[in-house]
């Protein structure tokens, strides 16, 4: 397998994962990611050892998302490090839209991404604010 360094390939990963995300499509957001699967913070760090895991982290996003009116995410990619034939580092920087079109500050992140058979996957999200 080839680490995901195209910057197309990335993009269209990063697109498919924030529209899933800001439509709160659990299982779209599941098929994103490697398992075991890990998110890092400051404060805290959770891991996902099955799909029904991972789409239970993510109920609990879904309300802020609602909340502010977030209608669509785009994902500015950073950086894009190769590490290993299989895996890429990327740094990615979330503009989010709201319902009225206006944009919403976004977060950064860094994602741990391996590729395999189906493409790549988030196997780490680490918050980098």
Not at 6 to 29: C, H, K, M, N, P
Not at 43 to 49: A, D, H, M, Q
Not at 71 to 77: E, K, R
Not at 95 to 113: C, H, K, Q
């Amino acid at each position: 397998m080839k680490a995901p360094t195209d910057l197309a390939e990335l993009t269209d990963f990063f697109d498919r994962y924030g529209t899933a995300l800001t439509s709160g499509d659990v299982t779209a957001i599941s098929r994103c990611y490697a398992l075991p699967g890990m998110v890092v913070a400051d404060s805290y760090s959770f891991t996902f050892t099955s799909p029904a895991a991972v789409a239970l982290s993510f109920l609990g996003a879904a309300p802020s998302y609602d909340e502010q009116q977030i209608v669509a995410a785009h994902a500015q990619l950073r950086d894009v490090q190769r590490l290993s034939p299989a895996l890429s580092l990327v740094a990615v920087e979330w503009e989010f839209l709201d319902s009225r079109g206006n944009a919403v500050p976004g977060e950064r992140y860094s994602y741990l991404l391996r590729v395999d058979a189906d493409g790549p996957k988030i196997t780490t999200v680490i918050a980098t604010h």
